[in-house]
């Protein structure tokens, strides 16, 4: 005689396969009248006003809503097309796919922008990883201090980092866009003013020596607008915190050096300590020039100007290449040489910007009352949150790993080093598509909001697509590279998928979250980044648990999947700074 639960479980199979069943006799018919709709769609499209792709996944939503019959389906597709499907908001991400590559002036304006940010962000690790190799010839015991108190001061001043030049950015182009009416008033009313002085001077001209004709008043000269400044309190604002914040960081790493160190592990009796204390105190220095940097880089974004960052890092790094053998091992200075040429690079660099940006905008406020403190720290403090929660996902990961074995530990930094620097390219394309759409929303100019976000989306899915590709090829035979170990390079080979296949997908998230800064919609990044955290924190715990290695990428997969869904939400779903869509 069978068991209950024995008969549960038969009971349960016959139904699952009756489900099946049913599933894929529908899904079967709804594929055929999909296949059937986008043959219609495809001779209507020219009427409708959207294109082929558009028409395709149109239809595939009325299959989906069970819209099976031929008559329905027609219906359906004429009075939603009457209505002009690129107007619905989900269609955005589908909007001009053909012009994906096109080199008119929005795609110009993208690359222009996009591509110097991406050289930028590669000339630091770069020289960093020259650096790096300068310290290796000291010692082991060196290279590994200096390794972590690189690790602590990027850590540190990442916190301040990211909110500061994501909040100026956008902050700079929305001003920078209605700027201009106020500089034109005031070069129409400097005309009237030149205008009358002069009308004066041809009344008193009889009167005067013929030695005062000289005194001639040219009002074209009087009035050249690109001699005229721009008055950008953003700019200011973020160089009076990015100079505060410069000064705590460096106080904090000062006095706080040891335990710090300690809990990253270097104990009171390590031979790192002394080392790593003495490299950490001195890069300290260089903590307000840093972030004097970076507030500048965030308002050279919003000006659209990133080619100046550009060189004035390159000339920067260049000089920190050059004095590091000198200090180094020329004057005998060691790991101090190496930390003093990064600080001396780092205020170069800051004084190079500020000269260059004060010829652009006047940095001088008429009062404390213009300066935008307020909105920065409530900003911040909401993209503070936001990268917490990301950052904490992350170490999280890495943490589970180590618990894992050194095998395990070791295989997750190489892939995660990876996944990061090749997701990395996709931040040029969310500058551009910040500092375009801010400039667009300030303006009202919905429909280049519209084309400006469908393309960068667009791109950045190609350019993940490639990456993928790349990645698949390149790292089964270049994994070698990294490590000799068996058991790692076979936990490697597990974690590879991962790092590919996700590209696509990281390449969405890191450019919604420009996305979203362009449209300053800032409380939406910060809650949903918290909700997307505390999803994956639950799935890196069970997964982790019971896949392993494999798990912790799953959970990974995962945490940048949904990022890349609260995304699509917002501008889908019509809400928030997107409502102008559903109109």
């Known amino acids: ?20 069943a049913g599933l894929y006799i529908e899904g079967r018919r709804r594929w055929e009248t999909s296949g059937e709709g986008c043959r219609i769609g495809a001779r209507l499209s020219p009427e409708l006003g959207c294109s082929p792709l558009q028409i395709f996944y149109f239809t595939l939503v009325a299959a989906l809503l069970g819209l099976t019959n031929r008559g329905r389906f027609m219906r359906f597709l004429l009075i939603w097309g009457n209505q002009n499907m690129s107007n619905m908001p989900l269609f955005v991400f589908f909007k001009d796919t053909r012009n994906v590559f096109r080199a008119d002036e929005l795609g110009l304006e993208i690359v222009h922008i996009a591509l110097p940010t991406l050289l930028a962000l590669v000339a630091d690790p770069a020289a960093s990883l020259i650096d790096t190799a300068f310290v290796g010839h000291i010692g082991p015991v060196e290279l590994a201090a200096v390794g972590v108190s690189i690790a602590v001061f990027n850590q540190v001043s990442k916190i301040a980092i990211f909110p500061l030049v994501s909040i100026t950015t956008s902050f700079v182009a929305e001003e920078d866009t209605t700027e201009p009416l106020s500089t034109q008033e005031q070069v129409y009313e400097r005309l009237e003013n030149a205008t009358f002085v002069n009308k004066e001077m041809e009344v008193l001209k009889p009167l005067v020596d013929s030695t005062s004709s000289s005194i001639t008043i040219d009002n074209t000269e009087m009035v050249k607008p690109e001699h005229v400044r721009r008055r950008i309190p953003s700019a200011s604002s973020a160089l009076v915190i990015g100079s505060i914040l410069g000064v705590i960081q460096t106080l904090f790493l000062i006095f706080a050096a040891n335990p710090i160190l300690n809990y990253m592990g270097v104990d009171s009796g390590s031979p790192m300590l002394r080392p790593a204390r003495q490299y950490l105190t001195l890069r300290s220095l260089g903590a307000p020039a840093v972030l004097l940097s970076l507030a500048m880089q965030g308002v050279f974004r919003g000006l659209k100007d990133t080619k100046t960052p550009l060189y004035a890092t390159i000339v920067g790094d260049a000089v920190n290449i050059i004095l590091d053998p000198i200090l180094m091992f020329a004057l005998h200075m060691g790991i101090s040489g190496a930390a003093i040429a990064h600080v001396f690079s780092q205020y170069l660099i800051c004084l190079m910007l500020l000269w260059r940006l004060n010829r652009q905008v006047d940095l001088l406020t008429p009062g404390v009352k213009d300066l935008r403190i307020g909105q920065f720290l409530k900003n911040g403090g909401m993209l503070l949150v936001r990268v917490i929660a990301a950052t904490f996902c992350v170490t999280l990961a890495a943490s589970l790993a180590a618990r894992q074995g050194s095998t395990s530990m070791a295989a997750f930094q190489v892939c995660l080093q990876i996944w990061l620097a090749a997701s990395l390219l996709a931040d040029g394309l969310a500058v551009a598509g910040q500092a375009i759409l801010a400039s667009a929303f300030a303006r009202k100019d919905h429909s280049k909001v519209v084309a400006a976000a469908s393309r960068i989306l667009q791109m950045a899915l190609v350019l993940g697509i490639i990456l993928a590709v790349m990645l698949t090829v390149v790292l089964k035979f270049a994994s070698r590279l990294f490590t000799k170990d068996i058991n790692v390079l076979q936990l490697i080979s597990l974690g590879i998928p991962f790092i590919a296949v996700t590209q696509p997908v990281n390449a969405l998230a890191f450019v919604f979250d420009g996305v979203n800064y362009g449209a300053s919609d800032f409380a939406y990044s910060a809650y949903s980044m918290v909700v997307v955290a505390l999803v ?3 799935c890196l715990f069970l997964l982790s648990s019971s896949h392993g290695f494999v798990g912790i990428w799953v959970a990974l997969t995962i ?20 409502g102008f869509l559903r109109k």
């Open 1 to 20: 005689m069978l068991s209950a639960q024995s008969r549960f479980l038969g009971w349960a199979r016959i139904g699952l396969a009756r489900v099946g």
């Open 536 to 538: 994956s924190i639950l």
């Open 559 to 578: 945490f940048m999947s949904l990022r890349t869904v609260v995304g699509f939400w917002r501008i889908g779903t019509g809400t928030g700074p997107w």
